[in-house]
């Protein structure tokens, strides 16, 4: 069973910084586009940010300058780094990927994580 697995979450002041982590594991083939994901209370959940399997990279507007993404491919790990964290940062976290294994017989299938919450205080 292929699983991803986020921790980093927590609570910091406006302003701080917080690194989230999302670990892929089984026997996983490949993996290709990565994304962070997250949900405030009482909105849709949105895209964050986005990472090919060559590293280009992509954001939303509102986490451009301050959040950054990036992978580790032979650790099947994607990385949020999130800096100058305001209140409206607020969420659950989540990763989410186009995941390749023996069940899926050559194909990606999207694989999401649990969440890690992320609690910005003013």
């Known amino acids: 069973q292929v699983q991803l697995v986020e921790s980093g979450g927590g609570l910091v002041q406006a302003g701080g910084s917080l690194r989230l982590s999302c670990a892929g594991s089984?026997?996983?083939?490949?993996?290709?586009?990565m994304r962070w994901y997250r949900q405030a209370p009482g909105k849709q959940r949105e895209l964050v940010a986005q990472?090919?399997?060559?590293?280009?990279?992509n954001y939303a507007d509102s986490v451009k300058g301050r959040f950054t993404i990036s992978r580790d491919n032979a650790k099947n790990t994607v990385y949020l780094q999130m800096n100058s964290l305001k209140p409206e940062d607020t969420a659950d976290y989540y990763c989410?990927?186009?995941?390749?294994?023996?069940?899926?017989?050559?194909?990606?299938?999207?694989?999401w994580g649990q969440g890690t919450l992320v609690t910005v205080s003013s």
């Open positions: 989410n990927a186009d995941v390749r294994w023996s069940g899926t017989y050559g194909r990606y299938r999207e694989v």
């Open positions: 089984g026997n996983i083939f490949g993996i290709n586009d």
């Open positions: 990472i090919t399997s060559r590293g280009s990279t």
